[in-house]
């Protein structure tokens, strides 16, 4: 949805917040005045403008060596067993989320991410965690998660004497798997149902767009991967562009996520989101959100506009690029998940056509959408994820030659 203005009604209701639009209004102007050509502001400086490669995959390896911590198996059965919300607040490393009206707790038995500098979000190499998500009643999942040395979640698919060409899936948490065993996750079914393709999990929990290019600006994308050529497939969602972008609703958590400028070279990173929108995230959207959570409005900001578009369709045309360097003889596909808004994507959509990115939008509509979700959490189920994977692969057959 297309940002909207605040209507007259509302701002009758927030009469006596007007002190706060003042405020903001200022903040505002003075951010676009310190903005110079974008009203995100400008490029820091004092970033390491254009060191893409060596520093950020010396920095990404770094990372991995952090210690990790470890939640107790005597908690983790506290947390799956407890009767009240108190309970749960009670419970060591328990993380809390609101969404829709609900309040939503996690804990995992290892941390299984790292947010840092350059790529910001990335998987933990050599992990193996036990995750659980509930409500203060219901618990929605239990399930472990497995990551190898290159940081991709493993799969139980046994490779086929057959499948002599590699199919990578990048995204975010919805090719990643969350809430799901390994053998219910997309990559599994396409592995499984394919015997051309063997299949590896690049889903990143979190990941934007932006995401996307840094795993190749960042990361080794060739490592562990066995198969000389074969079909790149990143899964597209509407608000990877939101996470791209820095949107207010998306910022918290993407501070250390990439932001990258066109050029003649090509797309260079310029620092982390959160250095080029320090001035946004710091005053101006913790004032809008405080505004919009008390008029009872969920909206977020900046406004959707073709900038942010054009944006992320240059994030990906590079990442078709880098990958094309890798793999100068294989694929590189854009899919479109099913369950959202597909005509908000259009613009997106033909950018990438116009650019000679091949695109498929599915055209899967599931009778029932709520077997497809995950209760209470909007995550694909492994039936979604199963008749996803036949879609790719029925479209790679015919199409190979064309993409």
């Known amino acids: 949805m297309r940002f909207e203005l605040l209507t007259p009604k509302l701002f009758k209701r927030a009469h006596c917040f007007g002190g706060l639009f003042c405020v903001l209004g200022a903040l505002i102007v003075v951010a676009i005045l310190a903005g110079g050509d974008s009203a995100l502001g400008q490029v820091d400086q004092a970033s390491e403008r ?177 198969e000389d050529s074969g079909v790149f497939v990143y899964m597209y969602l509407n608000f990877h562009l939101q996470r791209a972008n820095g949107y207010m609703m998306q910022m918290k958590g993407l501070q250390y996520t990439p932001h990258f400028e066109k050029s003649d070279e090509g797309m260079i990173y310029t620092g982390s989101i959160g250095e080029q929108w320090s001035f946004w995230r710091d005053y101006v959207y913790p004032v809008l959100s405080g505004v919009f959570s008390v008029l009872g409005v969920h909206r977020n900001f900046p406004g959707l506009s073709s900038s942010h578009e054009v944006y992320v369709c240059d994030l990906i045309e590079e990442a078709k690029s880098e990958f094309t360097d890798l793999y100068p003889t294989s694929k590189f596909l854009v899919y479109l998940y099913p369950l959202q808004d597909l005509e908000l994507a259009k613009p997106v959509v033909a950018c990438l056509k116009e650019r000679k990115i091949s695109v498929l939008v599915s055209e899967l509509k599931p009778e029932n959408h709520e077997e497809w979700k995950i209760p209470f959490d909007g995550h694909p189920t492994a039936i979604a994820n199963k008749a996803i994977a036949e879609e790719i692969l029925s479209y790679l057959k015919p199409n190979d030659e064309a993409l």
């Open 50 to 226: 254009g060191k893409v490669s060596e520093p950020g995959k010396e920095a990404f390896l770094k990372s991995q060596s952090k210690p990790n911590r470890r939640v107790s198996e005597e908690h983790m059965n506290q947390f799956r067993n407890a009767k009240t919300v108190e309970e749960l607040k009670g419970i060591p490393q328990v993380q809390r989320q609101s969404y829709a009206g609900f309040q939503f707790f996690e804990l995992n038995s290892h941390h299984y991410g790292l947010n840092h500098k350059p790529l910001g979000l990335s998987n933990r190499s050599n992990v193996r965690t036990r995750s659980m998500k509930r409500t203060k009643s219901c618990l929605l999942y239990d399930v472990t998660y497995e990551m190898n040395e290159n940081s991709h979640r493993i799969h139980p698919s046994l490779r086929k004497p057959t499948q002599s060409q590699f199919l990578i899936f990048s995204g975010g948490s919805f090719v990643f798997g969350e809430g799901l065993e390994a053998n219910q996750t997309l990559p599994y079914y396409a592995s499984e149902s394919s015997d051309t393709y063997f299949t590896y999990n690049y889903g990143i929990r979190g990941a934007g767009t932006n995401t996307l290019l840094g795993q190749f600006k960042f990361t080794d994308m060739k490592a562990g991967v066995e």
